[in-house]
Nanobody, 126 residues
Framework: QVQPVESGGGSVQAGGSLRLSCELS????????TGWFRQAPGKEREWVAS?????????????AYGTFVKGRFTISLDTDKNMCYLQMNNLKVEDTAMYYC??????????????WGQGTQVTVSQ
C-alpha cells in the first residue's frame, strides 16, 4: 500500500522557511517518482517539484522544479527513513496553498501520479 502522509505545514511570514515532510511506505522511491504539488483556493493543482531515482546509478537521484520555484525550494529523499522533504525558503504570500505529496510514474502532470496524501496547509502572511 503506497500512501504518502504529509506533515510540516503551518503559518509563516513572508521571507520565512518551512520544511514539509512526506512519509512514504517502504521503498516507494525505488518504484515511483515522488512529487510535491500545491493547490490554492479557486486554482488548479500546480506541480512544485519531483524527485526520482536515476535507475542503475545506486543512490543517485534527479530532481526537477516548477519555474516559479527559482531556487527557493529543495526536494530531497532520505531513503533510510523512507521520507521525502520539501525545504521551502524565502516564502512568498503567493506560496499559500495546500501542499500534497504524491507518488507515481510521472514527473510533472498530476494525472501521472497515482498515490496522494491528504495535504498539509502552508499559509504565508505579509
Amino acid at each position: 500500500q503506497v500512501q504518502p502522509v504529509e506533515s510540516g505545514g503551518g503559518s509563516v511570514q513572508a521571507g520565512g522557511s518551512l520544511r514539509l515532510s512526506c512519509e512514504l511506505s517502504g521503498n516507494t522511491y525505488t518504484r515511483y517518482s515522488t512529487g510535491w504539488f500545491r493547490q490554492a483556493p479557486g486554482k488548479e493543482r500546480e506541480w512544485v517539484a519531483s524527485i526520482y531515482t536515476a535507475g542503475f546509478l545506486d543512490g543517485v537521484f534527479v530532481d526537477a522544479y516548477g519555474t516559479f520555484v527559482k531556487g527557493r525550494f529543495t526536494i530531497s529523499l532520505d531513503t533510510d527513513k523512507n521520507m521525502c522533504y520539501l525545504q521551502m525558503n524565502n516564502l512568498k504570500v503567493e506560496d499559500t496553498a495546500m501542499y500534497y505529496c504524491a507518488a507515481g510514474l510521472g514527473l510533472v502532470s498530476p494525472q501521472n501520479f497515482t498515490h496522494w496524501g491528504q495535504g498539509t496547509q502552508v499559509t504565508v502572511s505579509q
